[in-house]
Every structure is written in structure tokens, then in C-alpha cells.
């Protein structure tokens, strides 16, 4: 009887454990969910302070209706679709660097407008923008890349701090992994400066 009395209790604790394990494995997925989700929020709000067009916030409304954080716009109204421009400019050196605004900007400069060779940079693990250094089939110049790194510091969620981290690679060790949400991407082979906007 005694006997008997132990396996049930063996079995509840088992139980019991299973489940405490189940449940751990469970909250540590929705934490580590939950703190992507408030990164990518975080990321929109930096996206919205950097808008100079009506055009390039209505990418963003898009977007997050695309994702479902808000309703949809009527969609009787029909609009035309324009798209917006990211911002250019030329470096000291005379290379052209190109900033996104927002995550459809950073999709279309890092996936489609970058080749192999440019130079990719963003703040590192901070929300802002990709900033693209278009390669002149030559070395660009560290003042250039120095430039860049500054400008993709100030178009981030750190741009009143200082010693600010930026990485940056080649463009061909940029990834955008399937299924990412927009503006995501991942990279390898990166250096990093630590720079003041």
C-alpha cells in the first residue's frame, strides 16, 4: 500500500514538472516574441519621427495595417500608390550614401537597390535606418565610411546620444531571413565604430 502510495506520488510530481517545464519553455518563447514585437514598435516610432512627406507616412500606415496593428483603410477610396524617396547625399569624398526612412526604404535600399560590394551600416542593436554607401568599383575611403556612420547613428532611436555603436559590411553579407517582418534583416562579417551624430 505504501508502495503504491509513492509511484502516485512519483507520477504527480512527474506530472507536475512536465508541466512547469512545458510552461518555462512556453513564456521564454513569448518573452523573447514579445521583446521582437517592441523592438519592430520601436523601430515605427523612429520611422515616424524621420517623415518629411505625407507620402512616406503612408507607407508606414501601410505597413502596420499590412501586420495587423491597425484596421485597413477604406479600401473604396481608390488611391494612387507613391512611393517614397530615401534620403541622398554626397559624401566629403564623393560617394553616394543613401538613408531610408522607414521600412519599406530600408527593404527596397538593402535588397534591391544595393549591390554586392556597397556597404551596408546600421546602428547596432538599435532601431534605424540602413544606410547605403554606393562602391565606385574603388575602396571607399574611411572618411566616407566614418560620414555614413554618423548619419545612420542620427536616423536611429540613439541619435541624441553619444559613442553610438554602427556596424557595417558588405552588402552581400546582408540577409533578410523568411518570414521577417519588414526592415529585418541579419548580417555577418561586420565591423563596428562607435560614433557621436
Known sequence: MLNTHLQKT???ILKKYTKAKNAVRILTKQIDDTKEEIEYLEGQLINLEQCTLPTEIDEIREELSDMGYIRKKDKNKKQKKV???PIHVVSSDNFDIYIGKNNVQNDYLTLRFASANDIWLHTKNIPGSHVII???DSN???TTILEAA???AAHSKAKNSSNVP???TFKKYVKKPSGAKPGFV???NQKTLYVTP
Do not use: E, F, G, W
Open 134 to 136: 554606393k562602391n565606385k
Open 150 to 152: 554618423k548619419l545612420a
Open 140 to 142: 571607399i575611403p574611411y
Open 83 to 85: 512611393v517614397s524617396q
Open 166 to 168: 554602427v556596424d557595417y
Open 186 to 188: 541579419i548580417y555577418t
Open 10 to 12: 512519483r507520477k504527480d
